[in-house]
């Protein structure tokens, strides 16, 4: 059993910074991509960035040059460095993992979510 733990979430004005965290752990996996959706209230869940084991990277175009995608491998940790946070911003953001599970194979795994309210 895998699971995602998230934190970092919490409320910011525009123009400000916020870090979010989410470490993998459980039984013995290998990861393929880790990443970040969101969730704004009466919206679909959508992309905000992503990373794969080899270091590419993936955004949003409303994130880019804002967001920051990052991993530390050691600690089965991926995180996202959000500043220049906007109105629009706001959302539950959800820790991805796409994993290889030993004797079981290849599996997504989501977090809990995390709240990040932009306020003016």
């Known amino acids: 059993q895998v699971q995602l733990v998230e934190s970092g979430g919490g409320l910011v004005q525009t123009g400000g910074s916020l870090r979010l965290s989410c470490a993998a752990s459980?039984?013995?996996?290998?990861?393929?991509?880790m990443g970040w959706y969101r969730q704004a209230p009466g919206k679909q869940r959508e992309l905000v960035a992503a990373?794969?084991?080899?270091?590419?990277?993936n955004y949003a175009d409303s994130v880019k040059g804002r967001f920051t995608i990052s991993t530390d491998k050691a600690k089965n940790t991926v995180y996202l460095q959000m500043n220049s946070l906007k109105l629009e911003d706001t959302a539950v953001y959800y820790c991805?993992?796409?994993?290889?599970?030993?004797?079981?194979?290849?599996?997504?795994?989501w977090g809990q979510g995390t709240q990040v309210t932009v306020s003016s």
């Open positions: 991805y993992a796409d994993l290889n599970i030993e004797w079981t194979g290849r599996d997504d795994y």
């Open positions: 459980g039984s013995s996996f290998s990861i393929n991509a």
């Open positions: 990373i794969s084991s080899g270091g590419r990277t």
